[in-house]
């Protein structure tokens, strides 16, 4: 992506924050940076700077070569694609992800003005972060996260992204690896903060709940504890352990004695209802009763993170809240449901971890209770030495009694596959990799049925997405006499 800076940003000031090493004087004393560079393609102009970015599939110094000639500078980690011919453009970094990451810190701290709210927490960010999105914006100017973009190079194209007109800026923090919180948080510098939740999330590389906690509040030593806002899950057994002289706002599905609370959540198949208590800045009692098209205890917590963070930072119109509640759809592959022959799809497939993968089917068990039920899950990815455990775990949380069928996808949940067999063959069918073979036996069954909803949950990777968008394309298609789908 490129960008087009709202206000220039001296190269001094990013050779200095990031440590970075100018292979030859400046040739000027003054050099503003006002666009910044990662895709070669789409550069034509003068005032850039481009990142030699490197992922798993790409590495943007074999580009260099191409843009060299009409760009200013040239931020590479890699100095065997150093051009000495140009000895003046290149800028030695140790890594260019960090270092773009530090050019964005700059830039956003450039906006006096501006509030930045960094959702964090191991599920429901990315629901929570377009909540607080579409609420805020509403009233007031607002930037957010494309999709989950949440890792070093997403926050850092967020940032980059900002101009003088933005009021509030909502970024999601992710964290896969030890470490990353510290580069996150550092680069954001936020004025809120909003905890989700703890759970057990890339246990492969943080081992344990503790640990998890750990990096996830980190990000509470790169904020003004006079200034800021904490925004906490005051039911989550490790979040309401955070104390300290921080502006605390909470909120809770059990004590009423926090700040935004619900009294009461009914579900039905279609919707939610919800009535809800805010304690105003006097401590008075507000009473709000909505709607809600997102299913499940989880997404209510969802809610209540966004209400929370909107009312106590510019949002006091109750009915606009409500509003922002009501009209607000499931995201894809994040709880969207649509159906096919009067049978529901639930898609949970974008992502999975133990404490998602039971909130998932403690919905489904609970919500569903007049429809034939059928599962189909896949592996949850990144757990590491307690993969085999979390998986057989799941066990205890599915009634054999009320499922027609499990469909498994996937080498990591077949241990899952050898525990049901135990107890009834019949109930189960193992695909390991076929997702084509899986995709046809659940064409069958929506074709051939009615009064059906089948939940898919799965890590990402596993590709439960692609059946499930199968099935949408099939059915929009008007294949084979399946029903249009339509979202309920």
Same mark, same amino acid.
């Given at each position: 992506?490129?960008?087009?800076?709202?206000?220039?940003?001296?190269?001094?000031k990013?050779?200095?924050?990031?440590?970075?090493?100018?292979l030859?004087?400046?040739?000027?004393?003054?050099?503003?940076?006002?666009?910044?560079?990662?895709?070669?393609?789409?550069?034509?102009?003068?005032?850039?700077?481009?990142?030699?970015?490197?992922?798993?599939?790409?590495?943007?110094?074999?580009?260099?070569?191409?843009?060299?000639?009409?760009?200013?500078?040239?931020?590479?980690?890699?100095?065997?694609?150093?051009?000495?011919?140009?000895?003046?453009?290149?800028?030695?970094v140790?890594?260019?992800?960090?270092?773009?990451?530090?050019?964005?810190?700059?830039?956003?701290?450039?906006?006096?003005?501006?509030?930045?709210?960094?959702?964090?927490g191991?599920?429901?960010?990315?629901?929570?972060?377009?909540?607080?999105?579409?609420? !805020?914006?509403?009233?007031?100017?607002?930037l957010?996260?494309?999709?989950?973009?949440?890792?070093?190079?997403?926050?850092?194209?967020?940032?980059?992204? !900002?101009n003088?007109?933005?009021?509030?800026?909502?970024?999601?923090?992710?964290?896969? !690896?030890?470490?990353?919180?510290?580069?996150?948080?550092?680069?954001?510098?936020p004025?809120?903060?909003?905890?989700?939740?703890?759970?057990?999330?890339?246990?492969?590389?943080?081992?344990?709940?503790?640990k998890?906690?750990?990096?996830?509040?980190?990000?509470?030593?790169?904020?003004?504890?006079?200034?800021?806002?904490?925004?906490?899950?005051?039911?989550?057994?490790?979040?309401?352990?955070?104390?300290?002289?921080?502006?605390?706002?909470?909120?809770?599905?059990?004590?009423?004695?926090?700040?935004?609370?619900?009294?009461?959540v009914?579900?039905?198949?279609?919707?939610?209802?919800?009535?809800?208590?805010?304690?105003?800045?006097?401590?008075?009692?507000?009473?709000?009763?909505?709607?809600?098209? !997102?299913?499940?205890?989880?997404?209510?917590?969802?809610?209540?993170?966004s209400?929370?963070?909107?009312?106590?930072?510019?949002?006091?119109?109750?009915?606009l809240?409500?509003?922002?509640?009501?009209?607000?759809?499931?995201?894809?592959?994040?709880g969207?449901?649509?159906?096919?022959?009067d049978?529901?799809?639930?898609?949970?497939?974008?992502?999975?971890?133990?404490?998602?993968?039971?909130?998932?089917?403690?919905?489904?068990?609970?919500?569903?209770?007049?429809?034939?039920?059928?599962?189909?899950?896949?592996?949850?990815l990144?757990?590491?030495?307690?993969?085999?455990?979390?998986?057989?775990?799941?066990?205890?949380?599915?009634?054999?009694?009320?499922?027609?069928?499990?469909?498994?996808?996937?080498?990591?949940?077949?241990?899952?596959?050898?525990?049901?067999?135990?107890?009834?063959?019949?109930?189960?069918?193992?695909?390991?990799?076929?997702?084509?073979?899986?995709?046809?036996?659940?064409?069958?069954i929506?074709?051939?049925?009615?009064?059906?909803?089948?939940?898919?949950?799965?890590?990402?990777?596993?590709?439960?997405?692609?059946?499930?968008?199968?099935?949408?394309?099939?059915?929009?298609?008007?294949?084979?006499?399946?029903?249009?789908?339509?979202?309920?």
């Amino acid at each position: 992506m490129n960008f087009v800076l709202d206000i220039p940003i001296n190269i001094n000031k990013f050779l200095e924050k990031t440590s970075a090493k100018l292979l030859h004087p400046l040739r000027k004393k003054v050099y503003n940076i006002r666009k910044v560079i990662t895709d070669t393609r789409k550069y034509d102009s003068k005032n850039g700077i481009f990142f030699a970015l490197k992922g798993k599939n790409f590495d943007g110094h074999e580009f260099v070569k191409n843009i060299i000639k009409n760009i200013d500078f040239v931020v590479i980690s890699n100095k065997n694609y150093f051009i000495p011919k140009y000895k003046n453009k290149f800028i030695i970094v140790e890594d260019t992800t960090k270092a773009l990451d530090g050019l964005a810190n700059i830039y956003r701290n450039f906006f006096q003005n501006l509030k930045v709210i960094s959702v964090v927490g191991s599920n429901g960010k990315t629901t929570t972060k377009e909540l607080i999105r579409h609420i !805020l914006s509403k009233k007031y100017k607002t930037l957010a996260t494309v999709g989950n973009f949440n890792n070093l190079l997403g926050v850092a194209y967020t940032l980059l992204s !900002l101009n003088r007109k933005i009021e509030f800026c909502v970024v999601e923090m992710g964290i896969s !690896l030890p470490g990353e919180m510290d580069i996150l948080a550092s680069t954001v510098n936020p004025d809120v903060v909003v905890f989700t939740n703890i759970a057990k999330e890339h246990l492969e590389f943080f081992d344990s709940l503790e640990k998890v906690f750990y990096e996830e509040t980190r990000v509470l030593d790169y904020i003004n504890p006079q200034k800021s806002m904490v925004i906490i899950n005051r039911d989550d057994f490790y979040l309401k352990q955070i104390n300290g002289k921080i502006n605390k706002k909470l909120y809770s599905l059990a004590d009423s004695s926090v700040d935004v609370y619900a009294e009461d959540v009914i579900f039905t198949e279609e919707y939610g209802r919800i009535m809800l208590v805010l304690k105003d800045r006097l401590a008075a009692k507000l009473k709000i009763s909505l709607k809600t098209n !997102l299913l499940g205890i989880h997404n209510i917590y969802n809610i209540l993170a966004s209400i929370t963070t909107s009312f106590f930072n510019g949002i006091e119109e109750l009915d606009l809240i409500v509003k922002s509640i009501e009209e607000f759809s499931a995201l894809s592959m994040r709880g969207e449901k649509f159906v096919v022959n009067d049978n529901i799809i639930i898609d949970e497939s974008y992502n999975a971890n133990p404490d998602s993968m039971k909130n998932a089917i403690i919905t489904f068990f609970k919500i569903f209770k007049n429809r034939k039920k059928i599962l189909v899950l896949g592996d949850m990815l990144e757990l590491g030495r307690h993969s085999k455990q979390e998986h057989r775990n799941l066990l205890e949380i599915i009634n054999l009694n009320e499922v027609e069928k499990i469909f498994l996808l996937g080498k990591e949940i077949e241990v899952l596959y050898d525990e049901i067999k135990k107890i009834n063959i019949n109930k189960v069918k193992f695909y390991k990799e076929d997702k084509e073979k899986l995709f046809k036996d659940i064409e069958v069954i929506i074709k051939k049925n009615n009064n059906y909803v089948l939940l898919f949950k799965s890590s990402h990777c596993v590709g439960l997405y692609e059946i499930v968008q199968r099935i949408k394309n099939f059915c929009l298609l008007g294949k084979n006499d399946l029903s249009r789908g339509l979202k309920i």
